[in-house]
């Protein structure tokens, strides 16, 4: 690196240091820290010059990679015509279009679709439709069940029902809304069905029936409450109950949403359709912040008659045209890329690269579904050590806890997956022999 080049990123850190909050983390932090000038397909580009490969694809966010001249291409289109407008009283082609391809692509009877700021956000609007759908018919229901291990964001509502061990927000326990948590389903993905594993479950909505306004979880794979993947049948059972007793079922798609578990939307597993849906991360392609909350029109409609009559939540950037734009633009190159047969090659890849982990001492458990692998350790990893490695190696990873994870992009090819899993072996055995 030329010497221009260090005092620039040394100056960067210094400011960072001085003047930025990063997520999870504290001021002053002497966490490492890696400045990105550019990043283009699957690579971040650091300002010291390293060129990394995104195993991460941005939290899950940039399915199509960084800097695709498609997707550049729609926003430029977009902000030339019009960047923002509000959204109370006024519409726009963007958000029309948007909601068009939301209701046809999610599972059926998802036909109102409401756009919102965040993940999190998302899942705050998810609540406050159930809260108001009984309140319109006169019941006031306002516990919510769900499973241990989940996660769904970092907003109140959000954090009440993520698990409260693993769910990172232990520290407002007092001031969260007491919900109901049955165990982490503990069927694997491919493994035997037994009804026994839904006992917990049963249980729980049983005892609690009359007040619960609606069950939340996320489907399939629990993200970062743990990675957890689990069997359709529990979800087919989940969608049954819920029908059974009239409670609404919500199915946090952020993290799943578009592909990511080698189904659209991992409710596809079990063949069900949830009454509510939350859509984030990979909706913008990782260009932008956007979610979006989907409801059927039952519930759309019996909020609509009720004493409120309307849906009590508005944000100000509602349907941003860019977001929208970008989007659209994402769903379309989605679609017209085959992510089918790009996410079962990776998962292939991963598979394949990452069994060797396998026989680490260190080494608890590797599982694979769709473009998600994972590398369960037996104690938490050293943050502090282990980051720096994978950045020396050449890869970006982000672990938590005992969790080594990765879902790069829907782009990435077999070299790129190879490298990033024989990279993963290379700082396991750095780090632990
Ligand atoms: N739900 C799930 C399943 C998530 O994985 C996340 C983010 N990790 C969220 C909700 C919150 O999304 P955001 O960070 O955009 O607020």
Not at 109 to 118: A, H, I, N, R, Y
Not at 238 to 244: I, S
Not at 289 to 314: D, P, R, W, Y
């Amino acid at each position: 690196m030329k010497d221009s080049d260090k005092l620039f990123t040394q100056q960067l850190l210094e400011k960072d240091r001085q003047y930025v909050w990063h997520p999870y983390s504290r001021v002053n932090s002497d966490m490492p820290l890696f400045p990105v000038a550019s990043a283009k397909g699957c690579y971040l580009n650091l300002h010291s010059g390293e060129k990394l490969f995104d195993g991460m694809s941005s939290w899950w966010s940039t399915i199509h990679g960084y800097n695709h001249p498609r997707l550049n291409q729609a926003l430029h289109q977009q902000i030339d015509t019009m960047s923002h407008v509000m959204f109370g009283g006024l519409t726009h082609q963007p958000a029309v279009d948007l909601a068009v391809r939301l209701t046809q692509l999610t599972p059926a009877g998802l036909d109102k679709v409401f756009l919102c700021d965040s993940g999190s956000v998302a899942v705050e609007v998810a609540l406050k439709m159930a809260i108001q759908y009984w309140n319109s018919q006169g019941q006031q229901r306002s516990h919510f069940l769900t499973i241990k291990n989940g996660y769904h964001g970092d907003t109140f509502g959000a954090m009440s029902v993520c698990d409260p061990v693993t769910g990172m927000h232990q520290l407002f326990s007092g001031f969260l809304q007491e919900n109901i948590f049955a165990e982490a389903p503990q069927c694997g993905f491919e493994q035997t069905w037994d009804d026994s594993f839904f006992e917990n479950f049963l249980h729980k909505a049983q005892a609690h029936k009359d007040s619960i306004a609606a069950v939340i979880l996320e489907p399939i794979v629990q993200g970062t409450g743990g990675m957890r993947f689990y069997s359709p049948n529990f979800l087919k059972k989940v969608r049954q109950l819920c029908d059974d007793y009239g409670i609404l079922l919500i199915a946090d798609e952020i993290a799943t949403g578009f592909g990511r578990a080698g189904k659209l939307f991992a409710c596809e597993y079990a063949d069900i359709s949830p009454d509510i849906m939350c859509l984030g991360k990979a909706l913008t392609g990782g260009y932008m912040s956007m979610a979006a909350t989907l409801c059927n029109s039952t519930v759309a409609n019996i909020i609509s008659q009720g004493e409120a009559g309307v849906f009590m939540h508005g944000p100000t950037f509602m349907a941003n045209p860019l977001a929208c734009s970008v989007a659209n633009a994402s769903i379309t190159l989605l679609l017209e890329n085959n992510w089918q047969q790009q996410v079962m090659n990776i998962s292939r890849w991963l598979k394949e690269g990452l069994s060797t982990c396998e026989d680490f001492k260190c080494v608890n458990n590797v599982r694979v579904l769709g473009a998600i692998g994972v590398v369960e350790l037996h104690q938490p990893v050293d943050m502090k050590k282990i980051q720096p490695l994978f950045v020396k190696h050449g890869i970006w990873l982000r672990p938590f806890g005992k969790l080594i994870y990765t879902m790069p992009p829907f782009i990435s090819t077999q070299d790129d997956i190879t490298m990033l899993t024989s990279k993963i072996e290379a700082v396991l055995r750095e780090c632990y022999s």
